[in-house]
């Protein structure tokens, strides 16, 4: 219905139409001044005003968490079980989240506890793992966290390009699993970068490499399709000269009697000397590793032969 508007136009034909307009004008904002209850309208703006806050409130967690990098590198899925280990907190100074990450150690030494009850074989299909060191050890049924010492990091001030956060070794311990792993199929070369001893294999490959920050890497790769296991390993060279292949072992792994008792050499049978001279005198030739009589444990790694293995190569690497 239309309005009507009572006005007294006493004076001029120009001030009643002002009078006019100013009256209607009143009217317009009265009638919009009052609250139109559509239940309808409402709710539509109720559920859009929810989802536009959850938005937010996600786009804030997100923004919180992408301050903290080493939160990816220390997940599950990077690193496997030692996840729970991670401890994540809140640094109030920097307003960010920070990730400390527990990783293992791989050494062996007469006081490592590892495994007196368990036996070690090849998994068939190891869980894939950003992290080498964590393929590796899954591949060979070693990723249990209470088999190792373990070594706390700060995951948000690693490399950009480290995929997740490293484990720390010894070469010679690091080398020994990349061999047993293998399964009795693998060549052992030693890095024309690095000149320290690489391990490639049918389905993985096992190379060191200069990190500009964290030194020597060892990095690991497995490739699907792997050769069935074997529990045999042993050595069989590629060039004439024994010796040579002698000193290649002594380099990198030592020479302990019971090294050299696994891969078919004794203690007389160069001599300490000859091999320290040739490790020192010429380069390391090509071993070729594969299936071949060994005396009986003596190539897998039994609980005395990890107690055995005390004089291993001294040097530490970063496993990635």
């Given amino acids: 219905m239309a309005s009507t508007i009572d006005i007294n136009c006493p004076l001029n034909t120009t001030e009643c139409i002002f009078q006019a307009v100013v009256a209607l004008l009143d009217q317009v904002r009265e009638k919009n001044a009052e609250f139109n209850w559509d239940p309808l309208s409402f709710g539509f ?25 080493g939160r990816l590198k220390s997940s599950r899925y990077a690193i496997g079980p030692w996840a729970k280990f991670t401890r994540h907190f809140f640094d109030r100074q920097e307003w960010r989240f920070r990730s400390l990450a527990q990783t293992p150690v791989i050494v062996f030494s007469s006081q490592d506890g590892v495994g007196d009850q368990h036996k070690y074989f090849i998994a068939e299909s190891p869980e894939f793992r950003p992290a080498g060191w964590n393929a590796l050890l899954s591949h060979l049924r070693l990723d249990k966290p209470e088999f190792w010492r373990r070594k706390p990091t700060g995951a948000d001030h690693l490399p950009q390009d480290l995929s997740a ?27 024309q970068d690095s000149q320290i001893l690489m391990v490639r294999g049918d389905a993985f490959q096992l190379r060191m490499r200069k990190h500009a ?28 000269d024994d010796l040579a292949r002698e000193a290649a072992i002594y380099a990198h792994l030592g020479d302990h009697p019971q090294i050299l008792k ?4 004794e203690e ?10 040739a490790a020192s005198g ?14 009986p444990g003596c190539g897998w790694l039994s609980t005395s032969r990890r107690a055995s293995l005390t004089s291993i190569l001294g040097m530490y690497s970063i496993v990635t």
């Fill in 268 to 277: 007389h049978c160069a001599g300490v000397h000859s091999l320290r001279w």
């Fill in 262 to 265: 696994c891969f078919g050499l």
């Fill in 165 to 191: 956060v490293p484990a720390y070794g010894n070469i010679a311990a690091i080398i020994t699993l990349a061999i047993a792993q293998a399964g009795g199929h693998c060549e052992m070369v030693p890095d």
């Fill in 45 to 69: 703006t109720a559920v859009t005003g929810v989802a536009a806050a959850c938005f937010a409130a996600i786009t804030i967690v997100q923004a919180l968490f992408a301050a903290g990098p």
């Fill in 282 to 295: 010429s380069s390391l030739p090509s071993i070729l590793v594969s299936r071949r009589h060994c005396e």
């Fill in 213 to 240: 920050v964290l030194g020597t890497v060892a990095t690991f790769e497995i490739y699907p399709n792997p050769r069935p296991p074997s529990t045999k390993i042993a050595l069989i060279h590629d060039c004439e």
